[in-house]
C-alpha cells in the first residue's frame, strides 16, 4: 500500500510559516506592509461566489488582508481592465486574484495580461524563463513542496504530466525542468495514453476526469498525484481510481486532502512573496 | 535514406513573404510604418558582433530599417536598463534585441525583463500560457515552419525535445503543445537519454554537443531537427551524427542549411508581425 500524501497536514504547515512570516515583515516594515489582496470577482457564478469567500477567509486567517471586489455580471471588459489598472498603481493592495472564470464578454488572455506581474498571486502570468525565485502558480507550486516534504527528489526522474492547461500542466512541466526531471506531458490528443503513464517514476494527473487513471496505467513504486476535483455522484472524486492505484504505488496524494489544499495554501505563500518583494 | 529539409529554400520563402508584407504595410499605413529593429551591442565580444552586423544586413534586405546601438564593454546594468526603456518608449523603433551574451555584470533576466513585450522581437518574454497567436522565439517558430512545410504533422505524434534552454527547449515543447504534440523534454540530468530518443517520432535536438545522437538513439523512420552548431574540428557541426542517422530517419535537417537559416528568417518574420501589431 502506497503512503498517502497528507496535503491537509502540510497545507497547515505552509499556513503557519505565512503567519509568522507575516508578523516578521510588518514587524520590520510597519502595519503598512501588511500584505493586501484583492479579490474580484466579476457576475452571479455560485461556485465562484463560494471560492472567492474561501480564499478571502484563508487570508484573514494568516493576517493578510482581503478585499473583494463584486462587479455586475455585464461588466465590460474596457471597464474591468481599467480597474485592474487602478489596482495596479494602488499601493494598499499588493496582489490581485481575478476569479475565473469570468463573463463571456471579457477575454481571459486581456484580463490576465492586464494584471501586473508583481501583484500577479495567481502566478499566471509566468513566463517561459521563469527561474526559482518567480512566482509559480499555486498549484504547482504546492505539488513541488508536497513532493519536497516527502523528500521525493524529481532530479533525473521521467515526471509524467497528464493535462497541459495554462494553470496546471505547462507550468508544473516547467518547475520540473527548473529541479531537473525529465518531463513528459499528455493530454487529450495524445495517442495510447497508457504507453506514457506506465513510464512514469512521478504521475501527475490534471485533466478533470473522474478515475481516467487505472491501476494498470501505473508503474509498481510510481509516486501519484492527483490533481482532479470531479464529482461524477456528488461527492469529490479524483482524476485516479485511489481504491486501486494506491495498492501499486510507493506515495500517491488523496482527493480531497491532497493537492487541494496545498494550491489554496500556496496562494497566500505567493501573497507574503510578493509583499516581501513589493516596493512602494 | 532520409529526405534532407531545406532549410535554406524555406527560409529564402519565409525572406520572400516578410518582403512583401512590409510593402503591404508601408503602402497601407505609410513610411512610418515601416518596421525598424534596434540591434544593442553590449561589450567586445567578436562573434556577436559578427552577428549583430549579420542581422541588420538580413534586416536591410527585407526592407526593415536597422539601427545598431554599440556600447562599452564596462557598460552598467542601470545605463543598459534605461537605455532600453528610452527604445520601448521610441516611436521610431517597433522591435528591439539585445545580442546575447553580455557582460556579467548585466543581468540577462533584467534585462530581457526590461524589453517591452510589444517590442521583444526575439519572443523570450513569451509567457506560459501564450497561444498560437502570439509570438513565438525565433528558432521554435522556424522549426514548427519547417514542419509545415513539408507537410509532417505534429498532432498526437511523440516529440522529444533534448535541450531545456529558454531559448529553445522550452519554447519549442509550448509551441508542440499548442499544435497537439505529445512532448518529452530531456535533458543533462536525464538518465538513458537513448530509452527517449528511442521514442521519438519527431526528435529535436538542441544541447549544442557535436554529434551527441548517434543513429542507435534514433527510431527508424523518424523525423529528426538538429539545432546544434558546434565546430569541432573548425567546420560546422550538429548534435546528430548526420552521416549515419540520415540512414534511419524519414526526414533530416542539415548543418548547417538547416534550422540556422529558419531562425535568421524568424527574426525579421516576428519584426513585420511585431510592426503590424503597433500602435503608435
Redesign the interface.
Known amino acids: 500500500m502506497a503512503v498517502i500524501i497528507d496535503g491537509t497536514a502540510i497545507a497547515e504547515k505552509v499556513r503557519n510559516e505565512v503567519r509568522s512570516g507575516i508578523s516578521d515583515l510588518v514587524r520590520e516594515r510597519g502595519e503598512a506592509a501588511r500584505p493586501s489582496m484583492a479579490l474580484i470577482l466579476v457576475g452571479n457564478n455560485m461556485v465562484s461566489h463560494n471560492l472567492v469567500r474561501m480564499k478571502a477567509r484563508d487570508c484573514e486567517q494568516v493576517g493578510i488582508i482581503p478585499r473583494i471586489i463584486e462587479l455586475p455580471e455585464e461588466t465590460h471588459e474596457d471597464a474591468l481592465l481599467s480597474f485592474i489598472e487602478t489596482l495596479n498603481r494602488d499601493d494598499s493592495v499588493n496582489a490581485i486574484l481575478c476569479q475565473l472564470p469570468v463573463p463571456q464578454q471579457i477575454s481571459t ?1 486581456k484580463l ?1 495580461a492586464a494584471i501586473d506581474t508583481s501583484k500577479d498571486v495567481d502566478g ?8 526559482k525565485t518567480d512566482i509559480a502558480a499555486c498549484t504547482p507550486a504546492g505539488i513541488m513542496r508536497m513532493l519536497r516534504e516527502y523528500d521525493i527528489d524529481v ?2 526522474k521521467h515526471c509524467v504530466v497528464v493535462g ?1 492547461s ?1 494553470i496546471v500542466g ?2 508544473m ?2 518547475q520540473l ?1 527548473l529541479h ?8 487529450s ?3 495510447n495514453l497508457s504507453s ?1 503513464t506506465k513510464q512514469a517514476d512521478i504521475l501527475i494527473v490534471a485533466v478533470g476526469h473522474a478515475r481516467l487513471i487505472t491501476a494498470d496505467m501505473v508503474k509498481e513504486g510510481a509516486v501519484v498525484i492527483d490533481v482532479g476535483m470531479n464529482y461524477p455522484e456528488g461527492k469529490p472524486v479524483g482524476d485516479v481510481d485511489f481504491a486501486e492505484v494506491s495498492k501499486r504505488a510507493s506515495y500517491i496524494s488523496p482527493v480531497p486532502g491532497g493537492v487541494g489544499p496545498m494550491t489554496r495554501a500556496y496562494l497566500l505563500k505567493n501573497c507574503l512573496e510578493l509583499a516581501k518583494q513589493y516596493r512602494r
Open positions: 488572455k490576465l499566471f502570468t509566468a513566463r517561459i524563463d521563469a527561474d532530479k533525473g497541459r495554462n505547462k507550468p512541466s516547467i525542468l531537473d526531471a525529465t518531463v513528459t506531458v499528455c493530454h490528443k495524445t495517442q506514457f
